[in-house]
């Protein structure tokens, strides 16, 4: 079964050390497949290392599925490729929406750890 993981900005990542997260973020810097440089939602900047499998072809924005490090950077698993015309203001709006109101938001498993 997957493991639910929680979709995070950059203020929130440090939540989630060592657990798999979704961030979506616009790309800065891809010119190594192996070290993407993005920013996220409210701006943070953040390194996201692939060590076994690059990326490449990534869209201006995408969604970074990894865990987050305690040195505020990612081990990345995985991209998704969001497009270049992706409204990630928007998208930081509804991540503070589900952080101010998680309860809407919680699968019944999840409830039951809590």
């Not at 993981?5 to 060592?18: C, E, F, H, I, Q």
């Not at 979704?22 to 390194?47: F, K």
Request: aromatic fraction near 8%; include cysteine; glycine fraction near 8%.
């Amino acid at each position: 079964m997957d493991q639910h993981k929680p979709r995070v900005s950059g203020a929130t990542l440090r939540n989630y050390l060592a657990q798999p997260v979704i961030l979506a973020c616009e790309l800065v810097n891809g010119d190594d497949p192996h070290q993407l440089r993005v920013r996220s939602c409210d701006g943070v900047e953040i390194s996201v290392a692939f060590a076994d499998s690059p990326q490449e072809n990534v869209t201006r924005y995408l969604e970074v599925t990894g865990i987050p490090l305690e040195d505020g950077t990612m081990a990345g698993w995985v991209t998704t490729n969001l497009g270049d015309d992706f409204d990630l203001q928007q998208y930081g709006e509804a991540i503070e929406l589900v952080a101010r109101y998680p309860q809407p938001f919680v699968r019944p498993n999840d409830a039951a750890e809590q």
